[in-house]
């Protein structure tokens, strides 16, 4: 029989055993917040002329039920505007299958658009938990938009004529483009283009020295003089007829990716791989680039660049037309629904001296492409697919606070418009899209967003329809928009369909499905692991989770 003082010691060790199993599990799951929210740090992204985009960090708030309001009210003025709420981005599991996956931090992150230019606004965010709020609940910022850049009025005024120039010429005179920035060009100068033919020879001898435009071997025109925001460099057509850059078939005719603030305007681009090229990821790129009212023809590329710290583009007012047939709408993936593999010329030539890939891409921040034409690509305006949340070690972030609005698409063999890779604040709004050869509007994926597509419209879009989010995007939102194209169960495109006889949607059982509302498979809003069901006929069929989204459907996807 055990004595009480041989016991105790043994309660003791039990009770100790105890203690310790739950300060281990104290210490495996440490409480932080648990469901209450703790803000962390706030963040003002780079403007753009019309919209302000914001990020905010948070610990906890595990059951997601904590929300931002915003509101906001031009400089001066008394009263608050309501805007969107910021999103709650909340560790979402995003790419994966085509594109590196990644896991979205806890945050919010949002937009307030519709501003006007060069304005200043505060703007007051209100954060609230029904489990409460750790620090403090609102922020009050000042943020300014960014003006439309313009020529510094103050420069000088510089004059360039093509090399068979005959006439008589202003002062101060160049041949061509490159003698200018080789001597004379200072930030704030404007070299004024006389009408005529710049033409590219890559295989001439000493070419750039004939000419004044191009270099030996590859016919490339390299700009590595900056401007600067208030006094850039301005190449404009002088107005006494159309001035060609013309690049004899060579693959770059522009590179600026070592110059920053360079503006062109009123002048026309052809024959070329790529009309201008902006930078390339981790390595270098240009930054303040405009280019207003020009034209772009005959081109696989009209502005690409890949460098993740280039900064505030201004792409307006242009026309860009691409190499690929105006008169038939071709993918690249043929189908029985959809046969493009019975046209002629099928399936097209997406690069090259033949093809037209995209029409302008953009990497970095705070970047604005609006009021352009642009027909015949078979990509139109996009951020570049090389994307991350983060370029470790490497200058600059993620792709984000980038505007396309009042774009006009044509003829689009795959997407008006890429939000591939995106992060934060990419916004696509009042856009017209006509014609577009596979699931139109991309986000293939989508890092967290918001990625905004507001009040556009896509007219026939015959394969998979207007919404393309493959990949698992995450903050995708898609408000008042008008989309006419054929829909398809199992793809995005089957949340929003509207039966217009004869178009005849594809079921999963080959039937003609009721109408209603039907679930994104792949859940914009919502964590993969959330998306496992597809609901036909009021029926949920149980889908396998899987991290290449692209094996539900049975079929490849396009880049
Ligand atoms: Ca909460
Ligand atoms: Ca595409």
Not at 315 to 344: C, E, H, Q
Not at 527 to 542: M, Q, S
Request: with cysteine; aromatic share 10%; glycine share 12%.
């Amino acid at each position: 029989m055990k004595s009480r003082s041989s016991c105790f010691p043994m309660v003791s060790l039990v009770f100790l055993f105890f203690l310790s199993l739950a300060s281990f599990a104290t210490g495996v799951a440490p409480a932080k917040n648990g469901n209450r929210v703790k803000p962390g740090q706030f963040v003002i992204g780079d403007p753009t002329l019309i919209c302000l985009g914001f990020e905010w960090t948070i610990e906890g708030d595990d059951n997601h039920n904590a929300t931002v309001a915003v509101q906001y009210r031009k400089k001066g003025t008394t009263s608050w505007k309501e805007a969107l709420p910021l999103l709650r981005l909340q560790n979402e599991e995003a790419g994966g299958a085509l594109t590196p996956g990644t896991v979205v931090p806890n945050m919010f992150a949002g937009s307030i658009l519709d501003l006007e230019p060069d304005t200043e606004y505060e703007c007051k965010f209100q954060m609230s938990d029904p489990d409460g709020v750790d620090g403090i609940k609102q922020k009050i910022v000042t943020a300014r938009t960014r003006p439309e850049p313009k020529p510094f009025a103050g420069g000088r005024i510089l004059h360039a004529y093509p090399a068979n120039y005959k006439g008589s010429k202003e002062k101060e005179a160049f041949m061509g483009l490159v003698s200018a920035f080789r001597g004379a060009v200072e930030p704030g100068d404007t070299i004024l283009m006389h009408a005529g033919v710049y033409q590219s020879d890559r295989t001439a001898y000493n070419s750039a020295m004939r000419s004044g435009v191009g270099s030996d071997g590859f016919g490339t025109t390299r700009l590595t003089k900056s401007g600067t925001p208030e006094k850039p460099i301005v190449i404009k057509a002088a107005g006494d007829g159309e001035v060609i850059f013309d690049g004899g078939g060579c693959a770059v005719l522009f590179d600026v990716m070592g110059a920053n603030y360079i503006h062109f305007e009123g002048l026309t681009f052809r024959n070329t791989d790529v009309a201008i090229y902006t930078g390339v990821k981790n390595v270098l790129g240009s930054s303040g680039l405009t280019v207003k009212r020009c034209r772009f023809e005959n081109v696989c590329m009209a502005i690409w660049g890949t460098y993740q710290a280039s900064k505030n583009y201004y792409i307006a007012d242009n026309v860009l037309i691409g190499r690929f047939n105006a008169k038939i709408l071709m993918g690249n993936i043929g189908t029985d629904l959809v046969p493009y593999k019975t046209l002629s010329g099928f399936p097209p030539k997406i690069n090259g001296p033949t093809g037209s890939y995209y029409g302008v891409t953009v990497a970095g921040q705070g970047h604005v492409i609006c009021y352009n034409r642009i027909e015949n690509f078979w990509d139109g305006t996009c951020v570049d697919q090389a994307g991350s949340l983060s370029f470790p070690g490497k200058p600059g972030g993620p792709h984000a606070n980038i505007d396309f609005y009042n774009n006009y698409y044509c003829n689009i063999y795959d997407n008006p418009v890429e939000m591939d890779c995106g992060t934060h604040n990419i916004r696509f709004m009042r856009n017209l899209c006509l014609n577009s050869g596979h699931a139109a509007l991309s986000c293939q994926p989508i890092y967290g967003g918001p990625g905004y597509f507001i009040r556009n419209i896509v007219y026939h879009a015959p394969d998979r329809g207007a919404i393309k989010m493959y990949d698992r995007p995450a903050g995708v939102i898609h408000y008042h928009n008008t989309y006419c194209s054929e829909v398809y169960i199992g793809q995005p495109s089957a949340n929003l369909w509207i039966p217009i006889p004869p178009i005849q949607p594809l079921t999963m059982t080959g039937s003609v499905p009721t109408t209603g509302l039907r679930p994104n498979f792949c859940g914009s809003l919502l964590p993969a692991a959330r998306c496992e069901t597809l609901k036909i006929r009021g029926r949920y069929i149980p889908l396998k989770p899987s991290r290449n989204s692209a094996r539900h459907w049975g079929r490849s996807v396009t880049g």
